[in-house]
């Protein structure tokens, strides 16, 4: 992040220190994972850090028993340098679709998913994860803004559970994404008015991956976003 800041000096491009975290949510359908961003988190904080250390450590573990499954069933990957090699970054099942692609299990990351990766897929290991509300938690109180991530793309539709989690401090929804139709976009920007809630948005890119078309840049979002962001910041820890 000192990188990224660093350079946005020099090139006059805003950076907002941020972060996607996953977590469990029980509704009215049964027991989801529903992931919740944090903007202009403080990204020094030894009270995130500590957390954020336990999940890598939980990926770690994860990828080990994922690796294990798909030995089990016939798949054996000669190269498993992202295991060990991944530094900083929590390793998902992303970097085993990618795996398989280079070594021609699957042809594409759709398929890596479908086959193998998915839920009650032969490779599926269900990750660690916190409450929901834990997680909005953990967000304030890193000096974030918490915001609900693509909420159609995890099919979410209860407005209970968006009241309860109001409650817990949740500020935001992401409207724009890359998988919204403008229909989706309109829907949850009028569930965000009615509950008085920031609105966000952005493409959900992880990054390039050889001949796949990049989508950073093709979700368009008002800069207004970026100002009642830097609002609802100033506001909540104006002390």
Same mark, same amino acid.
């Given at each position: 992040?000192?990188?990224a ?27 989801s ?16 850090k500590k ?22 069933n016939?798949?054996e ?9 991944i530094?900083?970054?929590a390793?998902?099942?992303l970097?085993?679709? /990618?795996?398989?692609?280079?070594? *021609?299990?699957v042809? +594409? #990351?759709? @398929?890596?998913?479908?086959?193998y &990766?998915?839920?009650? /897929?032969?490779?599926?290991?269900p *990750?660690?994860s916190? +409450? #929901?509300? @834990?997680?909005?938690?953990?967000? &304030? ?8 991530a ?7 539709t ?6 309860s ?15 919204h ?11 965000a ?47």
């Open positions: 992040m000192d990188e800041l660093n350079c946005s000096l020099q090139s006059g491009i805003e950076i907002i220190p941020g972060i996607e975290l996953s977590s469990e949510v029980e509704s009215e359908s049964g027991k994972e529903i992931h919740i961003l944090g903007y202009y988190i403080d990204y020094k904080s030894e009270y995130l957390f954020l250390d336990i999940f890598k450590r939980a990926r770690y573990d994860r990828a080990v028993k994922i690796f294990e499954r798909l030995k089990k016939g798949i990957l000669k190269n498993t340098d992202f295991i060990n090699n530094g900083n970054k390793i998902g099942r970097h085993f679709a /990618k795996a398989l692609i280079e070594e *021609k299990f042809g +594409s #990351v759709q @398929e890596a998913f479908q086959k &990766l998915s839920k009650d /897929k032969p490779a599926y290991v *990750k660690y916190i +409450s #929901v509300k @834990e997680t909005i938690k953990l967000v &304030l109180d890193s000096g974030g803004i918490p915001v609900m693509h909420p159609y793309y995890v099919h979410y209860d407005i209970n559970l968006f009241k989690l109001i409650d817990c401090g949740l500020m935001g929804i992401e409207a724009w994404h890359i998988k139709s403008e229909s989706v976009v309109n829907r949850f920007t009028d569930i008015k009615k509950f008085n809630l920031l609105v966000t948005g952005g493409s959900d890119c992880h990054g390039p991956y050889k001949k796949e078309i990049p989508i950073m840049g093709k979700v368009k979002v008002p800069y207004s976003v970026l100002i009642s962001l830097k609002k609802a910041k100033k506001f909540l820890y104006k002390d």
